[in-house]
């Protein structure tokens, strides 16, 4: 504990208030140093004497500094000029847990970096450092570079609260406001298929915030599959949401009836599972699709989809375009300054009135 000798003001504690709101008006209360209360009186740490105050009584006294709170992580670190814009300016926290990636350039810094972000983060137990989603299940590459060992955690947004293994399963608390806007799209009655759940949060911010009749909640990650039970369970929602465990691929051989909605939230690979997913698909089906594209990439993927549609029977129309985040894991892994988005697309399916 640092202490600093200075002028003060000794103010009896029935005055205290409108002397301190005076002498924060006129500038003259220090705040660097934390004010004393002693028996009937407060102390106030003085930058100057005030002239009009002379009827309180003067004093010198040794307070103590307080101890400022960084602004960002990086003010904690003294790393060669070169190295300093390379720092990443946003990452991930999910639960009690930051997730971040780093340039290779700056891997033989990563413990002090997050031993920075655990300082400048009083909720945070762990800092991860991750490489991108991959593979069928939708882990990445953690490696603890601070913190506690753990991956567990749980996450609370809208009022509910998930269960996330960050290094077994897939979240991006960055799809909070995505998530909640879809919620206030399903109509009362509607069937919802949720064909890459993770460990739910789609699905349980539907069952809590929207009046769907059932929402199949499926994932190929038993893990995930574990988790979202739990999830399911917490939040009070086992009466809305079935739990499946099995390939997407495969949804028409246990989904018993046709969606209304479908939520195809798998960047990178949701295209394979578009065919299966009309497969399922009401006569009129809102569908939710997510990828990462570069801008100029776009329109080409709505096309593929549409070509896809059209080989079973369905019209896309009602196409629309969100920008959620930007994404550029790229910059990192080769050097290429190309900037994606993670985009969100929905869509109206409508069969053809011939076969409908």
């Known amino acids: 504990m640092i202490k600093k000798?200075?002028?003060?003001?000794?103010?009896p504690l029935n005055q205290a208030e409108p002397v301190r709101r005076e002498l924060r008006q006129r500038q003259l209360l220090r705040d660097d140093v934390t004010m004393i209360k002693e028996n009937t009186c407060i102390y106030f740490p003085l930058i100057k004497v005030p002239?009009?105050?002379?009827?309180?009584?003067?004093?010198?006294?040794?307070?103590?500094?307080?101890q400022?709170?960084?602004?960002?992580?990086?003010?904690?670190?003294?790393?060669?000029?070169?190295?300093?814009?390379?720092l990443p300016t946003s990452y991930d926290i999910v639960g009690s847990v930051i997730l971040i990636k780093l340039p290779k350039t700056l891997s033989k810094y990563e413990k002090i970096i997050g031993k920075a972000l655990l300082e400048t983060h009083k909720n945070i137990q762990t800092v991860c450092l991750i490489d991108p989603v991959s593979g069928e299940l939708r882990t990445r590459t953690i490696t603890i570079i601070a913190g506690k060992?753990?991956?567990l955690t749980t996450h609370t947004e809208y009022g509910l609260s998930f269960d996330v293994d960050v290094a077994m399963t897939y979240f991006s608390p960055r799809?909070?406001?995505?998530?909640?806007?879809?919620?206030?799209?399903?109509?009362?009655?509607?069937?919802?298929?949720?064909?890459?759940?993770?460990?739910?949060?789609?699905?349980?911010?539907?069952?809590?915030?929207?009046k769907p009749k059932?929402?199949?909640?499926?994932?190929?990650?038993?893990?995930?599959?574990?988790?979202?039970?739990?999830?399911?369970?917490?939040?009070?929602v086992l009466d809305t949401v079935e739990v499946i465990q099995a390939d997407a691929t495969d949804v028409i051989k246990f989904i018993p009836e046709k969606a209304d909605r479908i939520i195809m939230n798998l960047p990178f690979s949701a295209y394979r599972f578009f065919s299966a997913a009309l497969?399922?698909?009401?006569?009129?089906?809102k569908i939710h699709y997510y990828d990462i594209l570069q801008e100029k990439e776009i329109q080409e993927k709505i096309s593929f989809l549409k070509k896809i549609a059209a080989g079973q029977k369905y019209i896309l129309t009602d196409i629309s375009v969100h920008k959620i985040k930007s994404y550029a894991p790229r910059e990192f892994y080769i050097g290429l300054?190309?900037?994606?988005?993670?985009?969100?697309?929905?869509?109206?399916?409508?069969?053809?009135a011939d076969v409908a």
């Open 5 to 11: 000798k200075t002028k003060a003001l000794c103010v």
């Open 51 to 66: 002239e009009n105050l002379t009827n309180y009584r003067v004093v010198t006294k040794a307070f103590e500094v307080r």
């Open 68 to 86: 400022k709170k960084p602004h960002s992580y990086k003010e904690l670190l003294n790393l060669p000029e070169k190295y300093v814009d390379e």
């Open 149 to 151: 060992n753990q991956t």
């Open 175 to 210: 799809l909070a406001s995505e998530r909640k806007r879809i919620a206030t799209y399903v109509k009362p009655g509607e069937t919802v298929v949720d064909m890459f759940t993770g460990v739910a949060p789609f699905s349980i911010m539907i069952a809590r915030f929207s």
């Open 214 to 236: 059932k929402i199949y909640a499926i994932d190929k990650n038993k893990k995930a599959i574990l988790l979202a039970r739990q999830n399911i369970k917490k939040n009070h």
């Open 279 to 285: 497969s399922i698909a009401a006569s009129l089906c």
């Open 337 to 352: 300054d190309i900037t994606e988005f993670y985009i969100g697309l929905d869509i109206t399916a409508t069969k053809h």
